[in-house]
């Protein structure tokens, strides 16, 4: 049998049905804060990628899946959506009217990691991006949206880990800061992180190797860094969120893994799910609109990462899937040719309709009925008809009422409303 390939995955009905909830409960919460939705395609030049996360990253380095699109452009599969976002942003002048814009989007991101529990090859995102705003509450606001929504599923142990990185003025100090203390410890750390000293020293504190975890952790702080524009910034960003109730640990090792970010930069982390601790990520990225050829916009914005959210709400909560209303069950060629009808009015009207189109006993029907949680059954075999009138039976009540088959749907539905499913 031909397999499902590594590091991809199906999501199954019951799982399937607590994804939906959560996209919806993200549209509704993100339609609140002034957010449309916005979709971009999977597939992008892959110099997009290159220039907006940064060539000495692990995405860009190792993880992209990349191949030769027409004449000498190389296409990638999309490993994150604020490229994208800001890629559609700069093309379609989303500007023009009006700088600011709230864009969320939600789908597939491919990224070849080493598959394990939490971490998939294709991985879904909801992304969240504000152009346009460089006041720090934008910051505070989306963190409080993102929590806020977060706390809506009854996930327990979350925390928000915020930290800021400063602008390129201030992040050029403290980068000649780590240049100088990882140079002398060279020795102590993996190659990736020898390579990376000279042009982006800031990887090396989200280097999970061992060896360079113990040398970044007598690293300096970027908080001693800050000038004092980054420095309000962030007490504005920190006083908002108080502000909120919102609660967060200040977490000075907070890189994330794309170079795109200044300023905040914030994590929601869960020790729930083994190694992969991260929920959702994101954070201010106030260079990169200009970057890729657009006007000189700020943003800030955030990805959750679905798998992980759906599993820490499976955990936390039992996944029935929905039962049908009305179970048909139907004994012979004619009462199957009237159930199919019946059902297919009954789901026009809004009903969810099931029917049983093998040849089985009424006591077999009655027991499948029972194991799909079917609120009612209506019985339909060649008597009913010859006489006119079907049983409904209430399965929670085992009461059983005669239905005229001239109005057996408004009937039924009447029956269905008072009994309140
Ligand atoms: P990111 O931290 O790379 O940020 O990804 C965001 C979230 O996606 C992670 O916190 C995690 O939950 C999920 N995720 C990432 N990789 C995987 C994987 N291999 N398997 C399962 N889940 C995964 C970004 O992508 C930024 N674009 C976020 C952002 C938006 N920043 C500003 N705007």
Not at 66 to 78: A, C, E, H, V
Not at 190 to 212: E, F
Not at 343 to 354: K, M, P
Request: neutral net charge; glycine residues 8%; proline residues 5%.
């Amino acid at each position: 049998m031909i397999q499902l390939v590594r590091g991809f995955r199906d999501i199954l009905p019951g799982e399937a049905m607590v994804w939906q909830q959560v996209e919806q409960a993200a549209r509704d919460r993100f339609e609140c804060f002034g957010f449309s939705e916005i979709r971009t395609p999977v597939i992008e030049q892959t110099a997009l990628f290159k220039r907006s996360i940064g060539e000495d990253t692990d995405i860009v380095e190792k993880e992209m899946y990349t191949f030769p699109g027409s004449k000498d452009t190389l296409l990638t599969l999309r490993p994150e959506a604020t490229a994208s976002v800001v890629r559609a942003y700069i093309q379609h002048k989303l500007y023009a009217a009006d700088p600011v814009r709230k864009l969320y989007s939600i789908g597939p991101m491919f990224r070849r990691e080493r598959p394990q529990k939490g971490r998939y090859r294709q991985f879904s995102q909801i992304n969240a991006e504000v152009f346009g705003i460089e006041s720090p509450y934008m910051d505070a606001q989306l963190i409080y949206m993102l929590t806020r929504f977060l706390d809506a599923l009854d996930v327990p142990g979350l925390r928000v880990h915020l930290n800021s990185l400063g602008c390129p003025e201030c992040r050029n100090g403290y980068r000649d800061a780590l240049r100088a203390v990882f140079s002398g410890k060279t020795d102590r750390l993996c190659s990736d992180c020898v390579r990376r000293i000279d042009r982006n020293p800031l990887r090396l504190l989200d280097c999970k190797v061992p060896g360079c975890r113990e040398v970044a952790a007598d690293a300096p702080s970027m908080a001693d860094f800050l000038c004092a524009d980054c420095d309000a910034h962030f007490k504005t960003v920190t006083a908002g969120l108080d502000a909120m109730g919102v609660a967060y640990e200040r977490d000075p090792r907070l890189v994330r893994g794309l170079d795109y970010y200044t300023r905040t930069t914030f994590e929601i982390q869960t020790d729930a799910l083994g190694a992969q601790s991260a929920v959702a990520g994101g954070g201010r990225y106030d260079g990169l609109v200009e970057q890729l050829g657009g006007p000189s916009v700020p943003a800030v914005g955030f990805a959750i990462g679905m798998d992980r959210l759906v599993e820490l709400v499976m955990a936390a909560q039992p996944v029935l899937l929905r039962p049908p209303a009305v179970f048909f069950a139907a004994m012979g060629a004619e009462a199957w040719k009237r159930a199919f009808q019946w059902a297919g009015e009954l789901s026009d009207q809004g009903i969810r309709v099931e029917i049983d189109f093998s040849e089985r006993s009424l006591k077999a029907l009655m027991r499948r009925a029972d194991r799909l949680g079917a609120q009612f059954v209506l019985i339909v075999g060649e008597r009913e008809l010859e006489e006119k009138t079907v049983s409904l039976r209430h399965m929670a009540t085992k009461a059983q009422t005669a239905v005229p088959v001239d109005n057996l749907v408004a009937v039924v539905k009447e029956k269905i409303w008072e009994s309140g499913v």
